[in-house]
């Protein structure tokens, strides 16, 4: 798991709603590995999409917003081709 998604995990392990439910944080660090995976089979199979989908989770997750905020953002990537301008993306809507 990369830094920033260990960071953000440790961040919802201490906000109350999300540590009441060990089922949820089970789920979510099990999606955020499979990404990472899915990222590195890409990587070398030289399809650069995979990494830049990982990257861009990086950069959500590690933005100092809410938690809420992020899980939205997360929410509208887009799956396949990624080539954004994450400020541009994340910006209010």
Same mark, same amino acid.
């Given at each position: 798991?990369? @830094?920033?998604?260990?960071?953000? &995990?440790?961040? *919802?392990? *201490?906000?109350?709603?999300?540590?009441?439910?060990?089922? +949820? &944080?089970?789920?979510?660090?099990? &999606?955020?590995?499979?990404?990472? +995976?899915?990222?590195?089979? *890409? @990587?070398?199979?030289? %399809?650069?999409?995979?990494?830049?989908?990982?990257?861009?989770?990086?950069?959500? %997750?590690?933005?100092?917003?809410?938690?809420?905020?992020?899980?939205? $953002? +997360? $929410?509208?990537?887009?799956?396949?081709?990624?080539? *954004?301008? &994450?400020? @541009?993306?994340? $910006?209010?809507?």
């Amino acid at each position: 798991m990369s @830094a920033a998604v260990s960071a953000f &995990m440790r961040e *919802l392990r *201490l906000d109350p709603r999300f540590a009441a439910q060990p089922d +949820l &944080m089970k789920s979510l660090a099990e &999606m955020f590995e499979v990404i990472e +995976l899915e990222a590195i089979e *890409l @990587a070398e199979d030289g %399809v650069p999409d995979g990494r830049a989908f990982q990257l861009a989770i990086d950069w959500i %997750v590690s933005q100092a917003d809410a938690i809420e905020k992020r899980f939205e $953002a +997360l $929410a509208r990537l887009p799956h396949g081709k990624v080539n *954004l301008d &994450m400020r @541009a993306f994340y $910006a209010p809507q």
